[in-house]
């Protein structure tokens, strides 16, 4: 198997293509004889639309760049992202698949006199799921993502940057693909804000008029945690405009059992537990939540533990919302509260059971209560 892993990386680091793929074949046909069923199908599915995939990067190849700075302004992937993969609530998750549907069927919708849904703007707070829609979308629809990088994008020349988002869609519009924009209201602020230059008004107004022209048989999403800096001419220009928010409880132990798929641990078996960790998961974003997780994991392989457990996940999230422990009796009664035992925080933890024993005898007050969770 190292063997494979080698020969790939050799055939990625000199551009043989036929090698990668023939590598990645064996690789995956020697994970099914190891008991490795769900990474060799994974490997196989990536190959599958090979041929296709290879042949839209390849007409790719010559990106364009910032004038000023010769830096890239945007990034392609072929994104690999799972239904099972993209946790959102039930009616968030019909809008995105019926857009994508919508997509699909774009012939039988033109046929009706309907305008093609082809613009999505999605915003929320961070780590709220943004850039795994965008990849998502690519993945079921196969189609690449160009994904314009604002480093290379925002230029310091004056009218360079209106010229730079010309580029950019030019480019997009080259083949099929969906156009992702992240961080979105850097470059569709209002117009009318007396703050901002003349130059990112005429950003603004290049923005609109290449949205207007966008072939429509390519996709565009936009991604902002700033929704409310917008220009409204932006607005109208998004066929379809949804918000992603934070996860609920339902929603939180969903991600935690897709996090912990992979890691050894103790808890997902346990729907006590996992209620318990969801709960003192609430108002943690996505990315928050996967924070918390890779954490433990790293933390259990420093420690040399062969799984993870409820009391190294509060710890983590502990850690994750209030960055230190500088009351240690407080510490000790969040996870008394969270159903840690008495036994678990002596071993794991090192606090005297005496002193555990007549902490647990008061709870938290209020104020410690809503702190905690």
């Not at 990625?12 to 990474?39: H, I, Q």
């Not at 997509?103 to 999505?120: F, H, M, P, T």
């Not at 609920?248 to 729907?271: A, G, H, W």
């Amino acid at each position: 198997m190292y063997t494979e892993i080698v020969k790939i990386i050799e055939g990625g680091l000199s551009g043989d293509k036929e090698k990668v793929l023939n590598y990645s074949k064996v690789l995956a046909d020697n994970l099914d004889k190891d008991g490795e069923p769900a990474l060799a199908k994974r490997i196989r599915n990536m190959l599958s639309n090979k041929k296709s995939r290879i042949a839209s990067l390849d007409s790719f190849a010559t990106k364009p760049v910032d004038i000023e700075s010769r830096m890239d302004i945007v990034e392609i992937t072929y994104p690999q992202i799972t239904d099972d993969q993209l946790i959102l609530s039930k009616y968030t998750d019909r809008e995105i698949n019926d857009f994508v549907t919508c997509y699909k069927k774009r012939d039988e919708i033109l046929k009706l006199g309907a305008e093609v849904s082809n613009s999505l703007l999605l915003y929320g707070p961070p780590g709220c799921g943004k850039t795994t829609v965008a990849q998502y979308v690519s993945s079921i629809t196969g189609l690449p993502l160009v994904t314009a990088r604002l480093d290379g994008l925002i230029s310091s020349l004056l009218g360079s940057t209106a010229k730079n988002i010309r580029r950019v869609f030019d480019y997009a519009s080259q083949r099929e693909c969906v156009l992702f924009l992240d961080e979105f209201d850097v470059i569709a602020k209002l117009r009318d804000d007396q703050h901002e230059l003349g130059e990112l008004k005429r950003v603004v107004n290049s923005l609109i008029q290449n949205i207007d022209s966008l072939n429509k048989d390519n996709l565009l999403i936009a991604a902002t945690n700033h929704h409310e800096l917008l220009d409204l001419a932006i607005w109208r220009r998004f066929s379809k405009v949804i918000i992603l928010q934070k996860p609920d409880q339902y929603e939180i132990k969903r991600l935690l059992k897709l996090f912990l798929l992979n890691i050894p641990n103790t808890i997902v078996e346990s729907d006590k537990k996992l209620e318990l960790i969801a709960k003192a998961l609430q108002d943690c974003s996505h990315s928050d939540i996967k924070t918390v997780i890779n954490n433990c994991a790293k933390k259990s392989v420093v420690n040399n533990r062969k799984e993870v457990h409820s009391y190294d996940l509060f710890q983590e999230i502990y850690f994750h919302k209030n960055h230190n422990i500088n009351d240690e009796d407080y510490f000790i009664k969040y996870l008394l509260l969270n159903g840690v035992t008495h036994k678990e925080i002596n071993e794991n933890f090192g606090y005297p059971l005496r002193a555990i024993q007549r902490l647990s005898k008061g709870g938290l007050r209020n104020g410690q209560r809503k702190a905690a969770n």
